[in-house]
């Protein structure tokens, strides 16, 4: 098959390329600046904006099948034009489709259900990359702040890439709504301490009172709705967030990986 990458270059992107490639599939890996984007070997570097649909013709003609994501730009923005993104993607041909969910539903999975695209959605509870947030504290002070201390079930953006890879190139996928999880539930303290265990060296889990992780968020540059919002999310976590799903073995027949595996592949960032 020929299967076109949006977001190649983003942590789960590179991850599906990879996986396409070993497959033995073609890949393309879209771009706005493919020369930049250091693609692993075999993956064709195609350019477009996905802000941009007048840009993306020449991709989107000849592949069986896309990974979609939902947001674009320099800001990371939900995009606005998901009904002119699909409708290329059905004047192309394409047959299969996944698109990965975000916080609520975005113009691009609003067209994908009006569409007769095969298309699965990928729901990730939270993914682990998110703990490159800590890089800049365990920098500078071998600690990791959180006034959060409810686990969650992680999933390793191999796992989501792996899912993908699954619902694009097999049989069985559309219209499935796959929620992803980890193996595991854990707090960050834990995290925290696996991560130590990863680089080698001791690390210092603080818990914050909310008055501190006012502060800690409005330190970074958030402004007053995002910092709002943190709080909530840390004092009311999601219902299904320590939730372990079985989702990742069953559809792609290996075990989903840990937190542990996580942070021995990235240790060397952290250290």
């Known amino acids: 098959m020929e ?4 977001g190649a270059t983003g942590h789960i992107g590179r991850h599906l390329v990879e996986q396409l490639l070993d497959d ?6 879209l771009s706005r600046d493919p020369h930049a984007a250091k693609l692993p070997p075999g993956a064709l570097g195609v350019r477009g904006d996905l802000t941009d649909v007048a840009t993306l013709e020449a991709a989107f003609s000849g592949v069986d099948a896309v990974h979609l994501i939902t947001f674009g730009g320099d800001d990371g923005a939900d995009l606005t034009n ?3 993104i699909v409708g290329l993607a059905q004047r192309c041909g394409i047959g299969r489709a996944t698109v990965l969910g975000g916080w609520s539903t975005t113009s691009v ?12 959605r990928l729901e990730p509870v939270e993914i682990m990359y998110n703990t490159f947030d800590w890089l800049d504290e365990i920098e500078q002070h071998r600690t990791v702040s959180s006034l959060a201390d409810w686990p969650s079930a992680m999933v390793h953006e191999a796992d989501i890439a792996a899912v993908a890879r699954c619902a694009l190139t097999q049989h069985g996928h559309a219209g499935k709504s796959y929620r992803l999880t980890g193996p595991e539930a854990l707090t960050p303290a834990q995290r925290t301490q696996l991560l130590a265990a990863a680089i080698g060296e001791p690390l210092t889990h603080r818990q914050l009172t909310e008055a501190q992780e006012r502060t800690r968020l409005a330190g970074h540059g958030f402004g007053d709705d995002y910092v709002e919002f943190g709080l909530r999310l840390a004092k009311h976590p999601p219902a299904a967030a320590a ?24 240790a060397h960032l952290f250290t």
């Open 243 to 266: 939730a372990v799903l079985d989702t990742v073995p069953k559809v792609t027949g290996h075990a989903a990986r840990t937190f542990g595996r996580w942070a021995t592949e990235h």
């Open 3 to 6: 299967i076109l990458v949006c």
């Open 109 to 120: 999975e609003a067209a994908l259900r009006r569409s007769d695209l095969a298309w699965t």
């Open 82 to 84: 998901g009904r002119d």
């Open 24 to 29: 033995g599939h073609q890949v393309r890996a």
